[in-house]
């Protein structure tokens, strides 16, 4: 997971590792990491069974209250 306070970047990792949960077909996270009246755009990137990146995806944008 990349997050960015621009929607251009640059965006910074800030979580690796992430998987479904058994049984599951899609996989949340939840950045705890943010600060209040801010706007975050997110992009992630998936890892294939040869442990190569894959491109960003599109980014989202989030709003905190």
Same mark, same amino acid.
């Given at each position: &997971? %990349?997050?960015? *306070? !621009?929607?251009?970047? @640059?965006f910074s990792q800030i979580a690796t590792g992430i998987? @479904? &949960? =058994?049984?599951? =077909? =899609?996989?949340?996270?939840? /950045?705890? *990491? !943010?600060?209040?009246? *801010? $706007?975050?755009? %997110?992009? &992630?990137? $998936? !890892?294939? !069974? /040869?442990?190569?990146? $894959?491109?960003y995806s599109s980014a989202v944008q989030a709003n *905190? @209250?």
């Amino acid at each position: &997971v %990349y997050r960015a *306070t !621009v929607s251009a970047g @640059p965006f910074s990792q800030i979580a690796t590792g992430i998987k @479904p &949960v =058994t049984g599951a =077909t =899609t996989v949340k996270y939840k /950045d705890t *990491t !943010v600060a209040g009246h *801010t $706007s975050y755009w %997110y992009k &992630v990137k $998936s !890892v294939g !069974v /040869d442990g190569q990146l $894959s491109v960003y995806s599109s980014a989202v944008q989030a709003n *905190t @209250p």
